[in-house]
């Protein structure tokens, strides 16, 4: 599969599926925030209606099982399948997700690895997981999320902040206590595999040998330069929902979101919040 040309069927099949109602892209308005750091947020407020799957219910039927076909971008080995999010803020916002029903709450395993692979050789960008509802994931079934970008194009807001990101056991700042970075040289299942384990190991998230699921709640944030993983203690504060996007730099608001708060604490103040032991 040539560069790109997973990008390139996925946007054919947005069109198709915008045509047939099975894709509800979600109509926002952006606003830049200064972030500690000499970083920058994106924040972008929903235009509309908050849609069904931000909003907090009861029991959610599994829409991956099946999956919607006219969502479906490609076929990946015998256990993935690439769909479109069925509502995307960038067009081209992909799922990887298992064939047969997998515990999102439950290891990343080397089957995923592969699959991502595959997928990255085409298409890269900024790949992210959320392990849990804790951690802003809204579906209970597998799937890895990838927002697609050129090649050398900035992989996400903060991808400096990533890229730089020196640990200070001296510093008290949960930013940097409860995140582990490790750069990436080579990229390839096994690396990814070993490098994932060693980063929930320091988190104490636990080890697939020893735990049967991951004892915290976690993000993970990968590019082709690095992976980052992130404890989580809590889904959101002060109306706005956090997941591993908005470690990446990119935040969400709704109506029921406290953006007098947010403005006047600053978005980092918004992570530290949500990350750390639980309370």
């Known amino acids: ?25 979600l109509a926002t ?21 908050t849609p069904k799957h931000l909003r907090e219910a009861g029991p959610k039927p599994n829409p ?10 490609d076929q990946i080995g015998d256990n993935h399948v690439v769909i479109l999010n069925k509502f ?24 995923d690895w592969s699959a991502l692979i595959s997928v990255d050789q085409s298409t890269t960008g900024l790949w992210f997981f959320n392990s849990n509802p804790k951690a802003g994931a809204s579906q209970p079934h597998r799937h890895l999320q990838l927002l697609p970008r050129h090649d050398g194009e900035r992989a996400c807001p903060r991808d400096d902040w990533f890229s730089q990101f020196c640990p200070n056991n001296k510093d ?6 409860f995140i582990r970075v490790e750069h990436l040289i080579e990229f390839n299942p096994s690396v990814l595999q070993a490098t994932y384990q060693r980063l929930c190991e320091s988190l104490s ?11 915290f709640a976690y993000n993970l944030l990968l590019t082709r330069s690095w992976m980052a993983v992130i404890r989580r203690s809590r889904e959101g504060v002060h109306g706005f929902s956090v ?3 908005g470690f990446a730099g990119c935040l969400l608001s709704t109506d029921g979101s406290n953006l007098s708060w947010l403005k006047k604490a600053g978005p980092d103040e918004l992570l530290r919040a949500v990350i750390g032991p639980e309370d």
């Open 172 to 177: 008290q700042n949960p930013l940097r206590k």
């Open 1 to 25: 599969m040539g560069r790109d040309q997973l990008w390139e069927r996925a946007l054919l099949c947005t069109e198709r599926a915008l045509q047939s109602g099975a894709l509800v892209p």
């Open 88 to 111: 995307p803020v960038q067009i081209g916002h992909m799922l990887l997700i298992t064939r047969d029903w997998a515990p999102q709450n439950g290891w990343l395993n080397a089957s």
């Open 29 to 49: 308005t952006l606003e830049n925030l200064p972030g500690e750091d000499a970083t920058t947020f994106e924040l972008r407020h929903l235009a509309g209606a």
């Open 243 to 245: 997941n591993a996007l």
């Open 64 to 73: 991956f099982r099946p999956w919607d076909q006219r969502l479906e971008v």
């Open 205 to 215: 998230l636990g080890t697939p040998n020893n735990d049967p699921l991951p004892i």
